[in-house]
């Protein structure tokens, strides 16, 4: 490590005492950022934390949608994001009137949604999810007619096949997993046949077909340390790759596409993690009048897993 980083990691930490504060990374930070991180998940495990930490901040490394997701769970926390910036195209598709439109078209539907929604969105919802219990969340809704699923269309075809419930979707996706190609996939077979292929729900559905399991990044970093095998390709955002071969030093890893990039996850850095412990900022912070609606559907989705 260089003189520079060091004295960027001993400020941070030094602020960090001084603020109480705590640093949330997702898994798809760059590594510089998940080094300095207190904690390091997918967005349930990091919604979870936000909701029980006893820090007075959380520096929220990840996108819009996360910090929203923390400030609605800890109203009294101050959240601050590094690059507020960081948005999720996918997040955006979907509009809080759009969602509204939708359920007038399917009245008595419940509404369930990707976490990967704007807290507008979610003040719309019955139910949030993410992708680690989405089919848990349509499993529990057995007594419901109609079930609406918000925004992504890949995660919505994903899910109804594995609950065989049939969803009223959107047409949303997340632009750096429909990068992932079949073809992707099937070359890097053939370069690594012994290597077990693990891909997100957010892929395409040829992409989900190909893959021996379909698993939010936390639950591939679990999958991973149990699992016997050596290789993996792994179908998810390249940010996920330098956890696993930490986690796991005797094992190899294989991106199935070098394209599966997220721009928006890759804006924060060490030094503006700094710059925000010094300053205090960009704070995140939801309306009341949203933020009550949007934790409903929060915690009906924590009571179900
Ligand atoms: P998870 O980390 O919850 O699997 O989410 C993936 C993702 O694309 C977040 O934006
Ligand atoms: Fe959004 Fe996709 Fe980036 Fe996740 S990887 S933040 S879903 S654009």
Same mark, same amino acid.
């Given at each position: 490590?260089?003189k520079?980083?060091k004295?960027?990691?001993?400020?941070?930490?030094?602020?960090?005492?001084?603020?109480?504060?705590?640093?949330l990374?997702?898994?798809?930070?760059?590594?510089?950022?998940q080094?300095?991180?207190?904690?390091r998940?997918?967005?349930l495990?990091?919604?979870?934390?936000?909701?029980?930490?006893?820090?007075?901040?959380?520096v929220?490394c990840g996108?819009y949608?996360?910090?929203?997701?923390?400030?609605?769970?800890?109203?009294?926390?101050?959240v601050?994001?590094?690059?507020?910036?960081?948005?999720?195209?996918m997040?955006?598709?979907?509009?809080?009137?759009?969602?509204r439109?939708?359920?007038?078209?399917?009245p008595?539907?419940?509404?369930?949604?990707?976490?990967?929604?704007?807290?507008?969105?979610?003040?719309?919802l019955?139910?949030?999810?993410? %992708? +680690?219990?989405?089919? !848990?969340?349509i499993?529990?809704l057995?007594?419901? @007619? =109609?079930?609406?699923?918000?925004p992504?269309k890949?995660?919505?075809?994903?899910?109804?096949?594995?609950?065989g419930?049939?969803?009223?979707?959107w047409?949303?996706f997340c632009?750096?997993?429909v990068?992932?190609?079949?073809?992707?996939l099937?070359?890097?077979?053939?370069?690594?046949?012994?290597?077990k292929?693990?891909?997100?729900?957010?892929?395409?559905?040829?992409?989900?077909?190909?893959?021996?399991?379909v698993? %939010? +990044?936390s639950?591939? !970093?679990?999958?991973?340390?149990?699992?016997?095998? @050596? =290789?993996?390709i792994i179908?998810?955002e390249?940010?996920l790759l330098?956890?696993?071969?930490?986690?796991?030093?005797?094992?190899?890893?294989?991106s199935?596409?070098?394209?599966?990039?997220?721009p928006?996850?890759k804006?924060t850095?060490q030094?503006?993690?700094?710059?925000?412990?010094?300053?205090?900022?960009?704070?995140?912070?939801?309306?009341?009048?949203?933020r009550?609606?949007?934790r409903?559907a929060?915690d009906?989705m924590l009571e179900?897993?």
């Amino acid at each position: 490590m260089i003189k520079e980083d060091k004295k960027i990691i001993t400020k941070i930490k030094e602020l960090k005492k001084k603020h109480n504060a705590i640093i949330l990374a997702h898994n798809y930070q760059l590594p510089e950022v998940q080094d300095i991180a207190d904690f390091r998940g997918d967005s349930l495990e990091l919604s979870r934390i936000a909701a029980k930490t006893e820090a007075g901040v959380i520096v929220f490394c990840g996108v819009y949608f996360m910090a929203e997701t923390a400030s609605i769970l800890s109203p009294d926390k101050m959240v601050i994001m590094p690059d507020v910036s960081a948005g999720c195209p996918m997040a955006s598709m979907m509009s809080a009137q759009d969602l509204r439109k939708l359920k007038a078209e399917h009245p008595g539907a419940v509404a369930v949604g990707y976490v990967n929604t704007s807290a507008a969105v979610k003040a719309e919802l019955d139910y949030c999810c993410t %992708s +680690t219990n989405a089919v !848990a969340v349509i499993n529990a809704l057995k007594d419901k @007619k =109609e079930i609406i699923f918000i925004p992504d269309k890949y995660l919505a075809d994903y899910v109804s096949k594995k609950s065989g419930r049939k969803l009223i979707s959107w047409h949303g996706f997340c632009p750096t997993h429909v990068k992932i190609l079949p073809e992707d996939l099937k070359r890097e077979k053939k370069f690594h046949p012994r290597a077990k292929v693990m891909v997100h729900p957010e892929c395409l559905a040829a992409v989900v077909s190909l893959a021996d399991v379909v698993l %939010s +990044t936390s639950q591939m !970093a679990k999958y991973v340390k149990d699992d016997p095998a @050596k =290789e993996f390709i792994i179908g998810t955002e390249s940010g996920l790759l330098y956890r696993l071969k930490q986690d796991n030093p005797d094992k190899e890893f294989y991106s199935a596409s070098e394209r599966a990039v997220c721009p928006n996850m890759k804006r924060t850095t060490q030094e503006k993690v700094l710059w925000a412990l010094e300053e205090l900022k960009d704070e995140v912070r939801v309306s009341d009048q949203i933020r009550i609606k949007a934790r409903l559907a929060i915690d009906r989705m924590l009571e179900i897993i």
